[in-house]
């Protein structure tokens, strides 16, 4: 009988460890990404310029400096595990924004206008996967 509960208890664990690791590791790819985002404009590189004017976005640098900033703090924020949530929350309000760029030019839906979504989900699913207490909150 007490063989039951303790390999139970040994098999949440692993699994919970999985989870955490795979959450980690899919919350270490948002985060790369959206560093090497936010870094191409703060220089910004002409790409970036290039990319937005189609968009309708003003091509000042400062505007993609600022912009730069933000996606960079919010990053670092969910990178942190005390502050992953506040992070994620500001990434989904700034991919949000993207989103309704993208749908008022009239771009092609599954490649730009969701990439936005793709990028949340994979956000809110690392951390889902790599947080106890967000799953808990989601049950």
Known sequence: MTTM???ATAETAS???G???TGRALSGLVVLFLLFDGAI???PLQVVIDTVI?????TDPMTWRALGVVLIASALL???PRTAFLGAILITAYLGGAVA???RVGSPLFSHI???VYVGIALWAGLWLRDPRIRALLR
């Open 5 to 7: 509960p303790h390999t």
């Open 78 to 80: 969910y990178a942190y």
């Open 19 to 21: 989870l955490a690791w």
């Open 114 to 116: 969701l990439f936005g």
């Open 15 to 17: 699994t919970s460890s």
């Open 54 to 58: 189609p968009l309708g976005w003003p």
């Open 101 to 103: 760029t993208h749908v």
């Open 41 to 43: 404009k703060l220089v």
